[in-house]
């Protein structure tokens, strides 16, 4: 998940940086996060866009904060659509099964307290729904563990996709950049909305990124082939879903109507 006021003071460090270091070791640094032709062609197979794609430690990090493993990139998995609207859609590619199971979640010890606060607020948000999957949290262990994101990451979170049935094992959060200072509504929606990705939902606005993250449109990725209107939703936007693309500063998305037939639809 980005959000452009938050990252802010952080890309203007970054280009400080930068601009510190030779010529040389900047174009090792773009050797080195280069997205091979091969790879971008399996990015777009699976319905992403591959524009600002980064290679990363595993697989590759697309539309922000996206992390597609090598395993993912190698699949054709079966996905479906879910179209909710004309600009809202919810796309998932693999899905958790074996339900109904609960799935546990870790708060690394890289993390600030607040962090386990944010958690306990994000899993309550799911299990207030009543699905097919619950959520509970551990201190050892955990089939998604929330840690600390490498240093200078440019993301406030990142997470990946279900495989083999399970859900993505891991939510990277960038704490230096979030911090603890805002509302633990505000890191929860964060926190649910990575956790979001880890159970196969994609993000709401993918179709056209203006949409939450201001600038020019930009589409994410797959056409609307095998989109699936969701009964009962809206043919019009709807500008609150957990699941949007970028987050404002102190701003609490808590599961809106649309995320609500989402998430029952699926689980």
């Not at 996709?161 to 633990?184: M, R």
């Not at 993000?203 to 699936?228: F, L, P």
Request: proline share 4%; hydrophobic share 35%; aromatic share 6%.
């Amino acid at each position: 998940m980005k959000t452009t006021r938050l990252l802010a003071p952080l890309a203007m460090f970054a280009v400080a940086a930068l601009s510190l270091s030779s010529c040389q070791e900047k174009a090792n640094v773009e050797v080195k996060n280069e997205v091979s032709e091969s790879t971008v062609s399996q990015i777009k197979a699976l319905g992403f866009s591959a524009t600002e794609a980064k290679k990363v430690e595993g697989g590759v990090l697309v539309e922000g904060d996206i992390m597609l493993t090598d395993e993912m990139l190698a699949s054709t998995p079966d996905y479906k659509m879910m179209r909710v609207g004309e600009d809202e859609q919810y796309r998932t590619t693999n899905l958790v099964t074996g339900l109904p199971r609960t799935i546990t979640v870790r708060v690394s010890t890289t993390l600030p307290s607040a962090y386990v606060t944010a958690a306990d607020e994000a899993i309550r948000r799911y299990n207030a729904e009543n699905l097919r999957i619950k959520f509970s949290r551990v201190t050892s262990g955990g089939s998604i563990v929330l840690t600390k994101s490498p240093s200078g990451a440019s993301y406030l979170a990142s997470a990946g996709f279900p495989s083999g049935g399970n859900p993505y094992n891991q939510v990277l959060v960038n704490s230096d950049a979030l911090g603890t200072s805002y509302a633990t509504t505000t890191i929860a929606s964060v926190l649910a909305h990575e956790i979001g990705h880890c159970i196969g939902f994609r993000h709401t606005d993918y179709m056209s990124r203006q949409y939450s993250c201001g600038g020019s449109a930009v589409n994410e990725g797959a056409s609307t082939v095998g989109a699936i209107l969701v009964p009962g939703t809206p043919s019009g936007p709807d500008p609150n879903s957990w699941m949007l693309a970028c987050i404002g500063t102190g701003v609490n998305r808590p599961f809106n109507t649309n995320d609500r037939t989402a998430l029952n639809y699926l689980y």
